[in-house]
């Protein structure tokens, strides 16, 4: 499975950006799906995660202003991000695992690359 990320930029805070995370390969609709972030300096986290039957999960600090989803006919997933923060701020990745989320980025076979979002006025 190749993932493609994107969809990244600078955004002021109490903004929105939509991040896509285009699969290629074998069966994406068999997948869970995670969004992590990694901010200078800090270990990667994870942010929120989408399993194969479409059950969504989030961390503490997302919940609420992110939208995870996927759209199995185009292969590709989404993070919707409302009412971004100053602390937002960081690389995303997105993962690919055989069915359920995990909240431990070593569970994840497959990443893309990062791309980076930036929340400054």
């Known amino acids: 499975v190749q993932l493609q990320a994107s969809g990244g930029g600078l955004v002021q805070p109490g903004g929105s950006l939509r991040l896509s995370c285009a699969a290629s390969g074998r069966s994406f609709s068999g997948y869970a799906m995670g969004w992590f972030r990694q901010a200078p300096g800090k270990e990667r986290e994870f942010v929120a995660g989408?399993?194969?039957?479409?059950?969504?999960s989030y961390a503490d600090s997302t919940k609420g202003r992110f939208t995870i989803s996927r759209d199995n006919a185009k292969s590709t997933v989404y993070l919707q991000m409302n009412g971004l923060k100053s602390e937002d701020t960081a690389v995303y990745s997105c993962?690919?695992?055989?069915?359920?989320?995990?909240?431990?980025?070593?569970?994840?076979?497959?990443w893309g690359q990062g791309t980076q979002v930036t929340v400054s006025s």
């Open positions: 993962g690919a695992r055989t069915r359920w989320v995990s909240y431990n980025e070593d569970a994840y076979d497959y």
């Open positions: 989408v399993s194969w039957a479409g059950g969504t």
